[in-house]
């Protein structure tokens, strides 16, 4: 069996140590120096043995459709529809997001997908989903799951295509491909191809735009940092536990295959697989809860529900087909508006175990106006939220001005290809804002605010004196001229009384 040098261990493993570099870049720049590679690792953690820059480089799909969906109009949509099919290029040659669906019958090896193909009954089920929610239709050969979109408008549409191309497409294909890579790992080589997918499945995870403080991306990265702040478990900017846990498993999971580990790398998937359901359980939680405690029924809250439910149920289901059928039918569109979160939250807390989900990971949702957790939605360990400066925002947070992706906003968002304007109108009346964050730390603007407010007050104190000298200056100079003209006119009449005199004599 080939060993590597230890050259090729720079990256350390610990959790703590990953968790670290997230919150501090400079640390994770010098972790990762490698000469003997020129590929960029992702966010300064995972560096990848092959060039995966493509599939990395599908978040930008994903972000010309959201741009292209914020237009509000069918126009939008048709576009939209056009780059999932055919990629930003627009001539379908490479790899796309639609493709990702298609290719899912190449992840035979992977026991999560087996579990999904049993449940919906298609490999293409994710594609069947997005192009009903293109279509406005229905998906009508599933064996489970179908969901009907004939009575949404576009915002509920575009909400479902938005949310379920990561949940659909790119989460399985991540776990598809960890899997599927420590179940062909051999323990007589350095597992080469095994290495590759497992290099491709954190390019999918990642994108080729998060940054390290959740801002910036498109995939499941940074849902995964929206969702640990919604729900109490990290400040914002701060790593989300569930991430630095996830990429101390991607960097020990490819040190296990390419020394041949291969249990130890079955044991990674496993647990990244875990470690990624939790988002999709809070998203869960979060849709019900806005539908059933806050009566919001607004067909872009139900797009999300249906999106995160649909990702989920598989995976329930493959636990306890009563508590999949609870979901589905308080979840699917249309039967939403009927859907008690309480009944909801309880089968999926049924389903943790199995899941690989602790309630340590999932937290609560909180109020971000500084009240803990929201009533009905505490953690079901009772821990309490971390704590973090109020921000003034309610549940659904809508002023968006961190640049967070995740999140319907109102500012303008990027097509990311030359076809378009970067810049596209965004819609007047957006809908609520479920995974953006808020306007920026309320301790750190106010400390700004008064730092302002004395800087103004001095300079109003320094313009005022030099005001008040000016205005005594010319006080002075006009008292000057006012007594040189006096002088001038006294002249003036001694002269002409002068004159008279002497005519006189």
């Not at 991430?243 to 647990?271: H, P, Q």
Request: aromatic letters at 8%; glycine letters at 10%; proline letters at 3%.
């Amino acid at each position: 069996m080939t060993k590597r040098s230890t050259t090729q261990r720079a990256l350390p493993t610990c959790a703590c140590c990953i968790a670290a570099m997230l919150a501090n870049p400079s640390l994770a720049v010098a972790a990762t120096t490698r000469a003997m590679s020129e590929q960029q690792a992702f966010l300064g953690l995972y560096e990848p043995e092959t060039n995966v820059d493509d599939i990395a480089a599908l978040d930008l799909d994903h972000r010309s459709i959201v741009a292209r969906l914020a237009t509000g109009d069918g126009e939008g949509l048709l576009e939209a529809q056009d780059v999932y099919s055919k990629g930003r290029d627009g001539d379908g040659s490479g790899l796309t997001i639609k493709l990702l669906s298609t290719m899912a019958g190449n992840l035979a090896a992977s026991s999560t997908y087996q579990n999904f193909l049993k449940y919906y009954g298609e490999s293409d089920y994710a594609d069947q989903w997005i192009e009903a929610s293109f279509e406005g239709g229905a998906t009508s050969s599933l064996a489970n799951g179908d969901v009907d979109f004939s009575n949404f408008d576009f915002e509920g549409r575009a909400a479902a295509i938005r949310w379920g191309i990561p949940l659909l497409h790119v989460w399985m294909n991540v776990v598809g491909l960890l899997e599927m890579s420590a179940a062909t790992c051999q323990t007589s080589s350095d597992n080469a191809s095994q290495v590759a997918e497992w290099d491709k499945a954190v390019a999918l995870y990642t994108g080729s735009v998060a940054r390290q403080d959740g801002t910036g991306g498109y995939f499941l990265f940074t849902l995964a940092q929206v969702e640990c702040y919604k729900f109490g478990l990290c400040k914002k900017g701060d790593p989300a536990p569930v991430n630095a846990k996830i990429f101390n498993k991607f960097v020990a999971g490819k040190s296990d295959l390419l020394d041949g580990n291969c249990s130890s790398a079955k044991d990674a998937a496993g647990k990244i697989k875990g470690l990624m359901t939790v988002p999709l359980v809070q998203g869960v939680i979060r849709a019900m809860y806005a539908m059933d405690i806050h009566d919001d029924f607004q067909e872009t809250t139900q797009g999300m529900g249906a999106a995160f439910a649909a990702a989920l149920l598989p995976l329930v289901n493959a636990c306890s087909e009563g508590n999949a059928y609870i979901m589905h039918n308080d979840m699917t569109p249309g039967k939403a508006l009927k859907g008690s979160y309480e009944v909801v939250r309880a089968a999926l807390e049924r389903s943790y175990d199995c899941l690989g989900v602790i309630c340590e990971d999932v937290g609560g949702l909180v109020d971000l106006r500084g009240n803990g957790y929201m009533l009905g939605a505490e953690a079901c360990n009772n821990a309490k939220p971390v704590e973090r400066p109020v921000t003034g925002d309610g549940l659904f947070d809508n002023n968006n001005q961190s640049g967070n992706n995740m999140a319907d906003t109102t500012k303008p968002v990027s097509y990311g290809d030359d076809n378009k304007n970067d810049n596209p109108a965004a819609p007047t009346q957006p809908a609520p804002q479920w995974y953006n964050e808020n306007n920026g730390g309320g301790a750190t603007s106010t400390s700004l605010a008064v730092v302002f407010g004395i800087l103004c007050f001095i300079c109003g104190a320094v313009i005022a004196c030099l005001c008040k000298k000016e205005i005594s200056r010319k006080t002075t100079r006009n008292d000057i001229e006012t007594d040189s003209d006096s002088t001038a006119e006294g002249c003036e009449e001694l002269e002409e009384k002068k004159a008279s005199d002497q005519e006189i004599v």
